[in-house]
């Protein structure tokens, strides 16, 4: 079972940055897809951006250009750099394993990182 937590989050202007880190436990993250996701009262957890085994990644549109995601296999770490923000990035901020075709997330979540954008 991979054990996740994410840090990072907090309060920023909008057109500030932030960077959201999530370190997993356990030996297979290597192997894995690892995706952010966002969750908004009232909305479903989407995906933001996905990275696979292989270094390939994905972006939700509202989060193209402006979001880089990457990973780091030694650490077992992956990360969100965000810049930008927008009010509507504001959210709870998930990692995952994630299917490599689908995207989907896998596995359990861990307890999110905070993201609050104030105008």
């Known amino acids: 079972q991979v054990q996740l937590v994410e840090s990072g989050g907090g309060l920023v202007q909008a057109g500030g940055s932030l960077r959201l880190s999530c370190a997993a436990s356990?030996?297979?993250?290597?192997?894995?897809?690892m995706g952010w996701y966002r969750q908004t009262p009232g909305k479903q957890r989407e995906l933001v951006a996905v990275?696979?085994?292989?270094?390939?990644?994905n972006y939700a549109d509202s989060a193209k250009g402006r979001f880089t995601i990457s990973r780091d296999n030694a650490k077992n770490t992956v990360y969100l750099q965000m810049n930008s923000l927008k009010r509507e990035d504001t959210g709870v901020y998930y990692c995952?394993?994630?299917?490599?075709?689908?995207?989907?997330?896998?596995?359990?979540w861990g307890q999110g990182t905070q993201v609050t954008v104030s105008a």
């Open positions: 356990g030996s297979i993250f290597s192997i894995n897809a």
């Open positions: 990275i696979t085994s292989g270094g390939r990644t």
């Open positions: 995952n394993r994630a299917s490599e075709t689908s995207w989907f997330p896998l596995g359990s």
